[in-house]
């Protein structure tokens, strides 16, 4: 596992977004794994950059968000469909067809789950996955006891998932959707490379047990210590309490003299 600990989000921002376009520009037609959520809004703002200055494009590449919440309808101002639309979609040439999110809408959600999974081998796999981490240490909506195995399906939130998303909402934690479809633990471990960002102090403790703790259920995102391809780009805040934070810093000076 790579960490990578920058001085500020904007620098998050900024890094992940230029990895991303690297990986873009090097297989145009990559198959790239979304998150929603406050923390890659920056990543995708910096994206459409790079797509205007004629630096990047995104014509041929296939995208799968993570998640959707179940009974949202699409065009609700909530839904992950138009978060995706408005954050980064409609700024770039991205292919509508080719970009996927799950059918919260679907009358039948379980065969929605199987044909999602079924659409991203179709893929060829998951080239890229980019991915937030709840304070909870979910990743997608894998919350705490989700099986490290899992595939994309129902998954119940949290109380503090729906209390850190009502901000969004503008609403009390109530009025957040009790149900989401997510792809699962398994799923996510399948894309080749894993890029994971994480900003502010709220995520420090979420953060310190994805990286220092043991592999758990109980904290979802420790799965990724067995992934072989994982980087976990952090604000200072966010690696705040990290045990081995100054030998993070130490390997990543090391690996930026040897990629120079
Ligand atoms: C969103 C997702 C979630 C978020 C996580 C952090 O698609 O899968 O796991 O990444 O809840 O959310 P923010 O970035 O709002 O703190």
């Known amino acids: 596992m790579r960490v990578v600990i920058l001085e500020s989000a904007k620098q998050v921002s900024q890094r992940s977004a230029k990895h991303i376009c690297q990986v873009v520009e090097e ?38 968000n993570l998640d959707e919440y179940v ?18 979609f409609e700024h770039a040439d991205f292919e509508q067809s080719r970009c996927h999110l799950p059918d919260g809408e679907a009358e039948d959600l379980s065969a929605a789950c199987e044909a999602y ?21 979910h990743i997608a909506f894998n919350e705490p006891s989700s099986s490290l195995a899992s595939r994309t399906r129902v998954k119940a939130l949290t109380r503090q998932t729906r209390e850190d998303n009502a901000r969004f909402f503008d609403a009390p934690a109530e009025e957040v959707p009790k149900l989401a479809i997510t792809m699962g633990v398994g799923t996510i471990c399948e894309a080749t490379e894993i890029l994971l960002l994480a900003t502010g102090k709220g995520k420090a403790n979420a953060v310190r047990d994805l990286i220092e703790g043991p592999v758990t259920a109980q904290v979802p995102a420790s799965a990724l210590q067995l992934h072989p391809h994982v980087t976990v780009m952090l604000d200072e805040p966010a690696a705040s309490r990290l045990a081995r934070r100054d030998y993070y810093l130490h390997v990543e000076a090391l690996q930026l003299e040897l990629e120079a």
């Open 117 to 137: 999974e079924r659409a991203i081998d179709e893929a060829g796999g998951i080239d890229l996955q980019l991915l937030g981490i709840g304070t909870d240490g």
């Open 71 to 88: 009974g949202l309808p699409r065009n609700h101002a909530q839904s992950y469909y138009t978060f995706m639309h408005q954050q980064l």
């Open 27 to 64: 297989i145009p037609s990559m198959t790239l794994g979304l998150a929603t959520g406050g923390t890659p809004v920056g990543t995708y703002r910096e994206m459409i950059e790079y797509y205007r200055q004629g630096q990047v494009s995104f014509a041929q590449v296939t995208t799968f």
